[in-house]
């Protein structure tokens, strides 16, 4: 007779309940927020062929996938689908959530989400680092811009030399502007130098993957888009179709609220470059 298990996590303890298949609880406790001590707890309450149901949150997929390899059947539901029916709770604590998860996960009036690897995290939490210095940059380089131009001094556009070296050029005559320019400026030089670092972690990281190298044969297609493509999509098998992945990534009709054709062109390599730069755009 299988057992159902709900876990409530916050960042330091889990609260944990068990119920049967009558729905009666077994067990209820707490425990600190690690897969090792939560797997140590379930399989000695419920066993190993317990049903375990967790919402999504900053740490699921770490716990997920630590649960799982521990060799529990971990399912990940929708915090915001799993919100309403724990509304209906007369008390809302940790505990009485765990057991609301618990009988949800009896009934089976959830739809499991896909938990990505953890390989996937650390390529989109790259990406989003290198996209967070270089929308640093551009607010530096316009606030660069805007001080000098209250005093006349025009950078220009940003071809030809670096943007810092037509700073240095123009404040070579202006000492007083030199002291409040100049702080920002090595400020974006070394940002600069930090997204260069992870520029060469994206290339390698690409170079190591087949599938990214294969993406990046399509035209307009370079190692930034393929990687935030393959880290987004991940499982190719979560989706019966192409038209499927452009209502994932966002890309919906205003007026009918349905997924449109990412491409023209029905071709795969096609449809795969249009998916690949929708990525990149919610990325940037």
């Given at each position: 007779m299988p057992h159902y298990v709900g876990l409530d996590v916050s960042q330091k303890t889990t609260a944990i309940c068990v119920v049967d298949e009558q729905g009666r609880r077994l067990w209820r406790g707490v425990c600190a927020t690690d897969p090792g001590a939560i797997s140590a707890r379930v399989l000695k309450h419920?066993?190993?062929?317990?049903k375990v149901g967790v919402e999504t949150g900053s740490m699921t997929?770490?716990?997920v996938h630590g649960l799982r390899s521990a060799?529990?059947?971990?399912?990940?539901?929708?915090?915001?689908?799993?919100?309403?029916?724990?509304?209906?709770?007369?008390?809302?604590?940790?505990?009485?959530?765990?057991?609301?998860?618990?009988?949800i996960m009896r009934t089976g009036w959830y739809r499991p989400v896909h938990v990505k690897s953890l390989d996937a995290h650390r390529a989109r939490a790259l990406l989003g680092a290198r996209a967070q210095l270089v929308g640093m940059t551009t607010r530096l380089s316009n606030m660069i811009r805007g001080v000098l131009k209250t005093f006349g001094l025009l950078p220009g556009a940003g071809r030809g030399l670096r943007f810092d070296q037509k700073v240095?050029?123009?404040?070579?005559?202006?000492?007083e502007i030199a002291l409040i320019v100049?702080?920002?400026l090595v400020?974006?030089?070394?940002?600069?130098?930090?997204?260069?670092?992870?520029?060469k972690?994206?290339?390698?990281?690409?170079?190591?993957?087949?599938?990214?190298?294969?993406?990046?044969?399509?035209?307009?297609?370079?190692?930034?888009?393929?990687?935030?493509?393959?880290?987004?999509?991940?499982?190719?098998?979560?989706?019966?179709?192409?038209r499927a992945v452009g209502a994932h990534l966002g890309s919906r009709h205003a007026a009918t609220n349905q997924a449109r054709p990412i491409a023209m062109d029905t071709s795969p390599?096609?449809?795969?470059?249009?998916?690949?730069r929708l990525c990149t755009k919610r990325l940037l």
């Open positions: 419920a066993g190993v062929d317990a997929p770490w716990l060799g529990l059947n971990v399912e990940c539901l929708d915090a915001r689908r799993v919100k309403a029916a724990l509304q209906m709770r007369l008390n809302k604590t940790d505990e009485n959530d765990a057991e609301g998860l618990a009988q240095e050029a123009l404040l070579d005559g202006a000492p100049r702080p920002l400020t974006w030089r070394q940002l600069r130098e930090q997204i260069a670092v992870f520029d972690a994206v290339q390698q990281q690409v170079r190591m993957d087949p599938i990214c190298r294969l993406l990046m044969t399509v035209p307009g297609i370079g190692a930034l888009s393929s990687l935030m493509y393959v880290s987004t999509i991940e499982d190719p098998d979560r989706f019966s179709r192409s390599s096609a449809a795969m470059a249009s998916h690949a």
